[in-house]
C-alpha cells in the first residue's frame, strides 16, 4: 500500500537553481525520510524528520514537515549535475515497524 | 564500515525457474529488510526480520516467495516459481532500530532479476 506520494513526479532544472519536490501522505506518522537512488551509489538515505520537528537542514538539504497538512517537502540549493537522481519519501505510521515509500521523483540537472 | 552485500548482482531466468538472493548485512545491524522495486516505482517492503524473527511479511507472495535468516546474520530470498512479473530489482537494508522505530536504512547495490 502506497502512503507517500511525490509531486511532481519528474522535474528537470539548470545546474545552480533550487529543487523542490513534495511528498504528501495519508496517515499520522512517526517519522518520515528521504533517501537518493541513483545508478552509481544505490538508494542512500538523506534526512530523516520526527512528527513533532517542522523544519530540517543537512548541507545543502532543507526537509519541512506539515503534520496539519501530512505533507513534507525536500528543497535542494544550488543543484549540481550530480543531484540527477530519483528522490523518494518515505513515512513510518504511527504504531508501524515499516517504511513504506513513495513513487518518487525523477530529478534531472542540466549542466 | 563494510556496507551492505548481495549477490548476484543480475540473474535472468525463464519462468517458472527457481531464483535465490543473497545478502549480508552491516555487522550489529539487527534488523534486515527485503524490497522488491518493479521499474518506475518505489521500493516495496516484502519481508523484515529482527535478529532470527520475522517482523513484517504481510506483502511476501508465500506461495512462491519464501526467505531466511540465519543465525541473525544473512539472510537469503528465494523465488519458486518465477513469472514474468517478477522482473524486479531486489533490494536488501539494514538498521540499528532503536525502540523498534524503523529509522535510517542502510541499502544494498540490489540484484538485477529479469524474468523471460
Known amino acids: 500500500s502506497q502512503q507517500g506520494e511525490e509531486d511532481p513526479q519528474a522535474l528537470s532544472i539548470q545546474e545552480g537553481e533550487n529543487a523542490t519536490m513534495n511528498c504528501s501522505y495519508k496517515t499520522s506518522i512517526n517519522n518520515l525520510q528521504w533517501y537518493r537512488q541513483n545508478s552509481g551509489r544505490g538508494l542512500v538515505h538523506l534526512i530523516l524528520?520526527?512528527?513533532?520537528?517542522r523544519e530540517k537542514h543537512s548541507g545543502r538539504l532543507r526537509v519541512t514537515l506539515d503534520t496539519s497538512k501530512k505533507s513534507s517537502s525536500l528543497l535542494i540549493t544550488a543543484s549540481r549535475a550530480a543531484d540527477t537522481a530519483s528522490y523518494f519519501c518515505?513515512?513510518?505510521?504511527?504504531?508501524?515497524?515499516?517504511?513504506?515509500f513513495g513513487q518518487g521523483t525523477r530529478l534531472t540537472i542540466n549542466p | 564500515e563494510a556496507g551492505v552485500a548481495q549477490s548476484p548482482r543480475y540473474k535472468i531466468i525463464e519462468k517458472r525457474q527457481s531464483v535465490a538472493f543473497w545478502c549480508n548485512p552491516i555487522?550489529?545491524?539487527?534488523?534486515l529488510y527485503w524490497y522488491q522495486q518493479i521499474l518506475g516505482q518505489g521500493p516495496k517492503l516484502l519481508i523484515q526480520f529482527q535478529n532470527n524473527g520475522v517482523v513484517d511479511d504481510s506483502q511476501l507472495p508465500k506461495d512462491r516467495f519464501s526467505a531466511e535468516r540465519l543465525k541473525g546474520v544473512d539472510s537469503t530470498l528465494k523465488i519458486q516459481p518465477a513469472k514474468l512479473e517478477d522482473s524486479a530489482v531486489y533490494l536488501c537494508?539494514?538498521?540499528?532500530?532503536?525502540?523498534?522505530?524503523?529509522?535510517?536504512?542502510?541499502f544494498g547495490p540490489g540484484t538485477r532479476l529479469t524474468v523471460t
Open positions: 518515505a513515512t513510518v505510521t504511527r504504531g508501524a515497524q515499516k517504511l513504506v
Open positions: 524528520i520526527r512528527s513533532n520537528e
Open positions: 555487522s550489529g545491524h539487527a534488523t
Open positions: 537494508a539494514s538498521s540499528f532500530p532503536l525502540a523498534g522505530v524503523p529509522y535510517e536504512q542502510y
